[in-house]
């Protein structure tokens, strides 16, 4: 599975990563607040040197295990961040997404729009049939960014992972290509919208 590259959104470019981008890897990557909730501690610049090497090449899908990262960008260049879409298993045709913004592009949106792009690629080009995203239960940026996409929150797993330096909990979010079926055809939603401004 390799997608037509660069991706472009309403806003946004989605595209391969390249060595220049190291400084704007290192300035999100190297802040605690941002890596809170992700699974590493914050990187000095030769850590962030090799997770470049390795995400120069993670532009394609061939089987359980591979990564697509893809820098996220405004159309003059500017980084925005980056979004991932992890193949967890050809046997059940599942993926995982992840995504980051750098605190200077929070608040906007970028971040439902960049991982939209990827939720349609792995449903509409690389035959999905479910996509999961995993949360710290703390991070509710990241929970209302799901929510935003239409993806159903399905487990709240108590306790279940000692990270850095703690037991926390983690939240399952999905949705199945039905779902996402569905959801293609209906009318726009307010992007703006809350879940519990709808209810
Ligand atoms: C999780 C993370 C990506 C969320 O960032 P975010 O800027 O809140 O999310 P978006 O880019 O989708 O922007 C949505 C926000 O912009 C607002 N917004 C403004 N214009 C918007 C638009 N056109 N469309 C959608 N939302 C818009 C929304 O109201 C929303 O704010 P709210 O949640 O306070 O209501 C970000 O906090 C982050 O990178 N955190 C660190 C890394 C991390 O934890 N990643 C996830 C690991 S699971």
């Given at each position: ?5 660069p ?7 989605l ?10 890897l ?10 809170r909730?992700?699974p ?14 390795r ?19 405004l ?30 592009h ?11 792009a990827?939720l ?8 999905a ?9 703390r991070?509710?940026?990241s929970?209302?960014l ?19 330096g703690e037991?926390?909990d ?8 039905n779902?996402?079926?569905?959801g293609?055809?209906?009318p726009?939603?307010?992007?703006r919208s809350r ?5």
């Amino acid at each position: 599975m390799r997608p037509d590259l660069p991706i472009r959104t309403e806003r946004l470019l989605l595209r391969p990563y390249r060595d220049t981008d190291i400084d704007d890897l290192h300035a999100w990557q190297s802040r605690a607040d941002v890596t809170r909730y992700v699974p590493f501690a914050p990187r000095d610049r030769r850590a962030v040197a090799a997770q470049i090497r390795r995400k120069l090449t993670a532009t394609q899908l061939a089987a359980d295990g591979d990564t697509l990262e893809l820098a996220v960008t405004l159309p003059d260049g500017a980084y925005v961040g980056e979004v991932l879409l992890f193949y967890r298993s050809a046997e059940h045709r599942g993926f995982e997404l992840g995504y980051i913004v750098h605190p200077d592009h929070t608040g906007n949106g970028y971040g439902t729009e960049a991982a939209r792009a990827v939720l349609r690629l792995a449903f509409e080009s690389f035959d999905a049939h479910r996509v999961y995203a995993r949360l710290d239960a703390r991070n509710d940026p990241s929970a209302r960014l799901l929510e935003r996409l239409g993806m159903r929150r399905e487990a709240h797993l108590v306790s279940d992972e000692f990270v850095k330096g703690e037991w926390t909990d983690t939240l399952v979010y999905a949705m199945l290509e039905n779902e996402w079926a569905a959801g293609a055809t209906a009318p726009p939603v307010n992007e703006r919208s809350r879940p519990s401004d709808r209810e």
